[in-house]
């Protein structure tokens, strides 16, 4: 009975984390059906308007990995809260923005608090669930990140049909206050907490984050063509400032940027997979609303719509794949999952020159089936394959090779829209985004001669 009665109030604390995780997550993806939209009302150009999703992206991935280490010194609890709050707070001024300077502003302090949120999830969900229901726990986390990223689009076309961009984000207030309510509540800290002696290196925290903002900065500047000696000059800091990272991190017992885990197979070659997997998918999720509404004539609303069928697809697949993987090895999983994502994507890529919707959905669930078969074993390998101990490190590095991945993936888009014609840029796009996916289904496939963590942490 004991047992029984600690379950509703699990999965009340797991709420909490899904709804500050969708939030975080959602917000993401959920601007590129609005983007052509923007770029008219503030008169910019569309690869400008790419900004407002990379702002946020860039500020979550420079200070990801140092919000890790602070949840692991001052609590996974605290550091959620925390983020929450500032999310929130940010979401409403967001919504307020007159302006692309003012969005773009907002959208910078909102990733902070996108941050803390990322930073913690994993590892209080390892700290929620019992050890012999550990991949469930991951499981759950990994469809939340998968649905959230893909149901973005769905959810914007519905939220724009019946009021203006502005509720993009107001809609994150009232979320965001039950996810501060709820987790103030029912979250738990860490254990031993109090005996913690471990100090939180600064200098490596300005040094991650400079690191990280020069390489994204970096390919930022070459996908929007600026001034060449300028480019040259990041790109040198770049590898000083990299490489001193990188060497201080080595001789750390704790580092921010986790060099330790790196040191296990499974886990370097799944952090790989997520990094081009997800570099596979923004390059098809951001450039198809404008391929949707600037060639095929679709309005937002339709647009939306037509793109539910992807996460439609992932919500069904994950939860499958997450029982999967007691059963068949995730290297294996991973690798098909992300050949079926490579054919939907090249479908996309051949669609005939006037569409039918059911064209444009059929090759779009197909997309959201392979991805969905992919994420849910990738996070759950990435996470089981570390230490319980660094669950805050393997938790930071989860997200941080998701955010590189989606910058990267929204960079080339960007490079592309500007080397090629507007009615060519969606197609081109498709086929990078092909041969990404096909580099993760790859990478995934090296892992079945690893063992699988999963299984031997529930021996």
């Known amino acids: 009975m ?90 409403f001024f967001c919504a307020l ?24 999830t994993t590892a209080l969900l390892r700290i929620i669930y019992p050890p012999q229901y550990i991949g469930r726990g991951m499981s759950i986390n990994a469809m939340i990140v998968a649905v959230s990223i893909a149901a973005g689009p769905s959810l914007a076309g519905f939220i724009l049909s019946v009021a203006s961009w502005h509720w993009l984000f107001a809609i994150n207030v009232p979320l965001g206050i039950c996810a501060i309510v709820s987790g103030y509540f029912l979250l738990p800290q860490n254990p031993h907490q109090d005996a913690t002696r471990r100090r939180f290196d600064k200098v490596g925290s300005i040094a991650n984050a400079l690191t990280f903002g020069l390489l994204i900065y970096t390919l930022e500047g070459i996908a929007h063509k600026e001034n ?7 790109m040198v800091l770049l590898l000083i400032i990299g490489t001193y990272f990188i060497r201080r991190q080595m001789k750390q017992d704790t580092p921010i940027l986790p060099v330790d885990l790196l040191k296990i197979p499974i886990f370097t070659l799944s952090i790989l997979s997520s990094i081009t997997s997800f570099t596979a998918q923004l390059l098809a999720m951001v450039s198809l609303p404008f391929y949707l509404q600037n060639i095929l004539g679709r309005s937002e609303v339709e647009t939306g719509i037509l793109i539910t069928p992807w996460p439609v697809a992932t919500i069904i697949t994950a939860p499958i ?25 090249y479908l996309l890529a051949s669609l005939p020159q006037v569409p039918t ?36 490190g393997a938790n930071g590095m989860q997200g941080t090779a998701r955010l590189l991945g989606q910058t ?52």
């Open 228 to 234: 060449w000696e300028l480019i040259f000059i990041q």
């Open 321 to 345: 794949a997450g029982r999967l993987i007691e059963k068949f090895h995730p290297g294996l999983l991973g690798g098909l999952g992300m050949l079926i994502f490579s054919v939907g994507l």
């Open 97 to 120: 923005s007159s302006s692309f300077i003012m969005l773009t502003i907002a959208r910078i302090l909102q990733g902070i608090g996108a941050s803390a949120i990322m930073s913690v």
């Open 357 to 392: 919707n059911v064209d444009i959905a059929w090759r779009l669930m197909l997309c959201g089936i392979g991805f969905g078969l992919f994420q849910t074993p990738n996070n759950s390998t990435m996470i089981s394959a570390a230490p319980p101990q660094r669950s805050g």
């Open 408 to 459: 990267l993936g929204t960079t080339l888009v960007a490079l592309i829209f500007q080397m090629t014609a507007p009615s060519q840029g969606m197609q081109v796009c498709m086929y990078v985004a092909v041969a990404f996916a096909l580099i993760a289904a790859l990478i995934s496939t090296l892992r079945i001669s690893q063992p699988t963590p999963i299984k031997q942490k529930n021996k």
């Open 2 to 91: 004991a047992v029984f009665s600690f379950i509703p109030k699990r999965y009340l604390a797991v709420i909490a984390i899904a709804l500050a995780l969708i939030m975080s997550v959602l917000d993401g993806t959920i601007v590129n059906v609005a983007l052509p939209t923007l770029a008219r009302e503030f008169n910019i150009s569309p690869s400008n308007a790419i900004w407002i999703v990379n702002a946020y992206q860039l500020t979550i991935t420079v200070s990801l990995l140092s919000f890790s280490a602070l949840g692991d010194i001052h609590g996974y609890k605290k550091i959620f809260l925390l983020g929450t709050s500032i999310f929130c707070a940010m979401s």
